[in-house]
């Protein structure tokens, strides 16, 4: 069988791709995107299809930045500090022999991305406050907060098997997380700051995990809204009067994140943002969202 002449002229024509396919995303989800990120819609979407970088927190209270780049150095890993975040180091070269490398074992540093550390950077933290991380999960931003406040630190999640491995990260980089129960958070309120790191799409990481997107439906981000929702409001309950509640996500989708946060305001007005920040993938970390809020008229 031989193809005629335009067949053999329609497949040399290059494929058209509609937008969603060219920025490697599911066609229902790519109106949202869009509606999130407006002009950012596109670079954003590529940015998602390369790979992220490595990202290292230093333990300030037991290294230097300078004396962290110089530990990793001696087994093979080479890093430098970030431009933006501080203590925050990128790693260049051999970023698989971190956890082998005696710095990570000795908790000098920690994996944790850029805009992780960025987003406990902004969260103002007085000094002798009682800092509830809500969402703790691994408790990579309890570690964070314990790291550079040298305060009262608690970590909370709702799947508490989560934290298990945090008394051996917290005895590594030789601060205190007192780790809490779901029936025994209130106990320990108010709390000066409650940071909740909402479970969410993880739209802002889909560099390091790439089928996430694809797995993702509308039922499901209409599910986890619901429980950003709830979380927020839940929280909120546990903020001493002057204290502050931050929200995050590492989501870029404004379903997730302003949407969420002004619900929460549309029924609670006594509370007003302090803070926000929306970061976008790229060189300098993964997407990010935090929003900072406190009470009105407190004095």
């Not at 039922?219 to 839940?234: G, K, M, S, T």
Request: hydrophobic share 45%; net charge negative.
């Amino acid at each position: 069988m031989r193809w005629s002449e335009a067949e053999v002229a329609a497949l040399a024509l290059p494929l058209a791709l509609s937008d969603a396919a060219a920025c490697d995303l599911p066609d229902w989800l790519w109106p949202v995107w869009q509606g999130s990120l407006g002009a950012d819609a596109e670079p954003a979407a590529r940015v998602q299809q390369g790979r992220a970088d490595v990202f290292l927190r230093v333990n300030q209270r037991r290294i230097t930045t300078a004396g962290a780049v110089a530990a990793l150095a001696q087994d093979g890993v080479t890093a430098q500090a970030h431009d933006a975040v501080d203590g925050c180091l990128r790693v260049l070269d051999n970023p698989r022999r971190i956890r082998t490398a005696a710095a990570y074992l000795t908790g000098l540093v920690e994996l944790q991305d850029a805009a992780s550390q960025r987003a406990v950077q902004m969260v103002p933290v007085a000094a002798g406050a009682r800092v509830l991380d809500y969402c703790a999960g691994g408790g990579g931003k309890a570690l964070a907060f314990a790291d550079r406040h040298g305060t009262d630190i608690f970590a909370h999640d709702i799947a508490p098997a989560r934290m298990a491995d945090l008394p051996d990260r917290a005895a590594r980089a030789g601060v205190v997380i007192t780790r809490l129960a779901p029936d025994q958070v209130a106990d320990h309120a108010p709390y000066d700051v409650v940071f909740c790191d909402a479970p969410c799409s993880g739209s802002g990481t889909w560099r390091r995990s790439p089928d996430a997107k694809w797995r993702l439906t509308r039922d499901r981000l209409d599910a986890l809204c619901a429980i950003q929702n709830d979380v927020i409001a839940r929280a909120a309950t546990l903020v001493a009067p002057q204290g502050l509640l931050a929200y995050a996500t590492c989501s870029v989708l404004q379903d997730e994140n302003d949407a969420v946060v002004t619900q929460f305001l549309h029924s609670n007005p006594a509370w007003s943002v302090t803070l926000r920040d929306q970061r976008l993938p790229g060189p300098d970390g993964d997407g990010f969202f935090l929003s900072v809020l406190a009470r009105n008229n407190i004095s």
